[in-house]
């Protein structure tokens, strides 16, 4: 079966897609892009997050293939770190720089309180500055302190659970 038709690779798909969507709305309507939904760097980035996550599961020797939720958000995140803005979106000719960073760490946001199962309504400004700082200040080049980070953002805010294959 081809991975691009798989169970796993399309909810996977699906997930930043409604993240992406997340983020363009998020914004003030002078700086939304257009999410770029058949973009091939989507695609790659799914694919990328397949084989890392396996990577992970195996060194861990997680059963049943499940992971931590912050894990996976950490996992995400690291991966959408690496790519740049212009992959997955397509900006008006006129938006300043900082917006290509802002849409990406407003599309990690919604990953991790998506993931981490973070109620909206518990979402505060701290808790907001918080993961501000962590998605525009500090670059997750280590992924150790990324998933540190995430699951004590789980612990005080949100569920803790295992994922299968997401």
């Known amino acids: 079966m081809n991975d691009r038709l798989s169970t796993p690779f399309l909810k996977r798909r699906q997930f930043l897609v409604e993240c992406g969507r997340a983020a363009v709305t998020?914004?003030?309507?002078?700086?939304?892009?257009?999410?770029?939904?058949?973009?091939?760097?989507?695609?790659?980035l799914v694919e990328d997050y397949g084989a890392l996550r396996d990577q992970f599961?195996?060194?861990?020797?997680?059963?049943?293939?499940l992971l931590a939720n912050h894990k996976v958000a950490a996992?995400?995140?690291?991966?959408?770190?690496?790519?740049?803005?212009?992959?997955?979106?397509?900006?008006?000719a006129d938006?300043?720089?900082?917006?290509?960073?802002l849409v990406m760490a407003t599309m990690m946001n919604a990953v991790i309180v998506a993931l981490l199962g973070i109620e909206p309504s518990r979402v505060d400004g701290l808790l907001q500055d918080d993961l501000?700082?962590?998605l525009l200040k500090e670059a997750p080049?280590?992924?150790e302190w990324l998933c540190c980070t995430l699951h004590a953002h789980c612990l005080l805010n949100g569920a803790r659970t295992n994922i299968p294959r997401y």
């Open 26 to 44: 998020a914004l003030p309507a002078g700086l939304r892009p257009v999410l770029l939904i058949d973009s091939l760097h989507l695609d790659r």
């Open 57 to 65: 599961v195996t060194r861990h020797g997680m059963g049943g293939n």
């Open 75 to 92: 996992l995400y995140v690291w991966l959408l770190s690496r790519i740049p803005a212009e992959s997955l979106f397509l900006f008006p």
């Open 95 to 101: 938006s300043p720089p900082e917006s290509r960073r």
């Open 132 to 134: 501000e700082y962590c």
């Open 141 to 143: 080049a280590n992924l």
